[in-house]
């Protein structure tokens, strides 16, 4: 049999017990940390080259979210790997049972281009934890971090255990003929379909982070609360990887008589935060591709969008860049408000009033991310109670992602399964019930024959 990109190895290596401790997972952790201190410059200069993603951006988002979750692990393992004890039922008395959480063996994960870094090595920190043997594929879109990633990686941390294989959809394809004891992938819901039909063949177990259209809902403000507020949402919406991120704000609603006074703050936040000339602008990302630069583009295409842009608009091929969009109630039945954005266009829906939020939300697929400003806790509690999401943030966007004790992940379209922090050791676990019994007393009615004493007892 082919020994698929050392496949049997990493088999063989799990099975031996090699990666079930916590020494050595304690060790790679650090080696990851080691590897990702060590090259800082050459990730900072990846993420350049395949994003034009600026230094601080890269830290914030990329190197910095690593670490965090590599020191967290750190902090937590021990404790992650303890059994935890479960209650008895008196019938069961005298016995101990526990809950032990057991590595799953040999484990695949898909990482995505537009947190390269990030997305690709931080479901590697929750497959370590959990002691598992991993593959580990980036994304082909992210072509200077995916060399990175498999230069590095084989350098700082076990090779018997963990590997990197870099291609495109054929060498996925490839992967997904193989058997594996768990698929982690994220990407988009078209290709999530993909990768649970290959898994469905060996019962393999998948966690898909997928996407979707994440909705900020905009309740009445203060003048001073609306400062906050806007910054906030500018910087959600074009900040992290200039729009393209699954958790991205996809498109505000907002009251009608609200509307044109967001309006103006939003502009003006823009233009502080990026500048406004399309060849000059500063501090964002650019489209990571020209397929990807076509598809957002083609979201403005149709005269009656083309129509609804009231700030930004300009494009520049060349150099992978779209300004900062705004749009004003685009028809709801358009590409733009029915596809993921995953771009910095920014519709704005206006309602008669904000309860009104729900009910088109809820006439969509469910999002990743549900966003709400407001001090309402009615608004709140409807928000909470009557729609369903990945999870809600109130009064901040994105932000959420580095809440280690939140778990991530989607609903519905958005996606299923969850990591970060205990959540992602829980990922890459089985939790197995263990049950140790005793030889004192015996409970006879249990056994046969059966008499009518047994029926009374
Ligand atoms: P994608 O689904 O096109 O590609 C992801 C991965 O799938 C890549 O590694 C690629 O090699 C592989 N692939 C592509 N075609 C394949 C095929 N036919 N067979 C097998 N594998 C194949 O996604 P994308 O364009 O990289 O990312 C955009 C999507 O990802 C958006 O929907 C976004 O919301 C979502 N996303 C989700 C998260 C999250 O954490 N939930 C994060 C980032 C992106």
């Known amino acids: 049999m082919e020994d698929f990109h050392g496949l049997i190895g990493l088999r063989r290596a799990f099975r031996a017990g090699k990666t079930r401790g916590i020494e050595w997972r304690m060790c790679q952790l650090r080696a990851l940390l080691k590897l990702v201190s060590e090259n800082e410059a050459r990730f900072f200069e990846a993420l350049e080259q395949d994003l034009g993603k600026h230094p601080v951006e890269a830290y914030r988002d990329e190197i910095g979210v690593l670490k965090k979750s590599a020191d967290h692990a750190l902090l937590n393992i021990k404790k992650w790997m303890a059994p935890k004890k479960g209650h008895l039922p008196l019938l069961l008395f005298p016995s101990r049972a526990e809950v032990l959480p057991e590595p799953l063996g040999t484990v695949l994960i898909f990482g995505s281009w537009n947190f390269p870094i990030s997305l690709t090595l931080d479901p590697l920190v929750g497959a370590i934890s959990a002691g598992n043997t991993v593959v580990v594929k980036p994304s082909e879109l992210a072509p200077a971090c995916s060399s990175l990633i498999c230069q590095t990686i084989p350098l700082y941390l076990d090779r018997e255990a963990i590997r990197v294989v870099e291609g495109g959809s054929d060498v996925a394809d490839k992967l997904l003929q193989q058997q594996w004891d768990k698929i982690f992938f994220t990407g988009s819901p078209r290709v999530g379909r993909i990768i649970m039909t290959a898994a469905a063949k060996h019962l393999t177990p998948v966690t898909l982070e997928l996407g979707g259209k994440c909705p900020v809902i905009l309740d009445s403000f ?236």
């Open 222 to 457: 203060s003048e001073s609360d609306l400062k906050v507020v806007v910054k906030r949402i500018v910087g959600g919406k074009w900040g992290p990887c200039a729009g393209q991120a699954c958790i991205g704000i996809d498109y505000l609603l907002v009251q009608k008589k609200l509307a044109s006074h967001l309006i103006e703050s939003l502009k003006a936040c823009i233009k502080k935060f990026y500048g406004d000339d399309v060849k000059s602008l500063q501090s964002i990302c650019r489209i990571v591709n020209k397929n990807h630069f076509d598809r957002v583009c083609s979201l403005l295409e149709e005269p009656s969008v083309g129509a609804s842009v009231i700030y930004g608009g300009s494009l520049d091929r060349e150099n992978l860049m779209i300004e900062p969009t705004v749009l004003l109630d685009p028809p709801v039945d358009a590409p733009i408000m029915t596809d993921e954005i995953f771009g910095p266009l920014l519709p704005i829906i206006t309602l008669d009033k904000i309860e009104d939020s729900i009910d088109f939300i809820n006439a969509r697929p469910k999002p990743l991310a549900i966003y709400a400003f407001t001090h309402n806790n009615k608004l709140k509690d409807q928000i909470l109670q009557e729609t369903s999401s990945g999870s809600v943030t109130f009064n901040d966007t994105m932000i959420q992602f580095i809440c280690d004790s939140l778990p991530f992940g989607g609903v519905g379209q958005s996606g299923f399964g969850r990591y970060h922090g205990k959540y992602s050791f829980d990922t890459f676990s089985h939790e197995k019930a263990v049950l140790h019994r005793s030889f004192y007393l015996e409970l006879e009615p249990r056994y046969p024959p059966w008499n009518d004493f047994k029926l009374e007892f």
